[in-house]
């Protein structure tokens, strides 16, 4: 299992709205030299979000898991497979 935490200097609505926006989503997600060309998010309990991932060379691949706490503008969880 893999948690990370950070202590952002912003209003908890915008950093929430950066997480649930797929085109502002899409600006900072991701390494250096990758792109998110495509960002779905359906920002409710029991739903999905995918996202395609574009490396500057190489294939482009996709991460989806759902979410299982949705508490704007405080809480956003993923699910967690269950295999871990």
């Known amino acids: 299992m893999l948690h ?3 202590l952002l200097h912003a209003p908890r609505s915008f950093v929430f709205r950066m997480h649930s926006n797929p085109k502002l989503f899409a600006q900072w997600w991701g390494p250096q030299g990758f792109s998110a060309p495509s960002v ?9 979000y ?7 060379e ?3 691949f ?3 898991e759902g979410f299982r706490e949705v508490d704007p ?5 993923k699910e967690w497979p269950e295999h871990h």
């Open 62 to 64: 996709y991460l989806s």
């Open 4 to 6: 990370l935490e950070r």
């Open 58 to 60: 190489g294939d482009r």
């Open 50 to 56: 995918r996202i395609a991932m574009q490396p500057s």
């Open 40 to 48: 779905e998010l359906d920002v409710r309990v029991g739903r999905r």
């Open 73 to 77: 503008p405080a809480r956003l969880c």
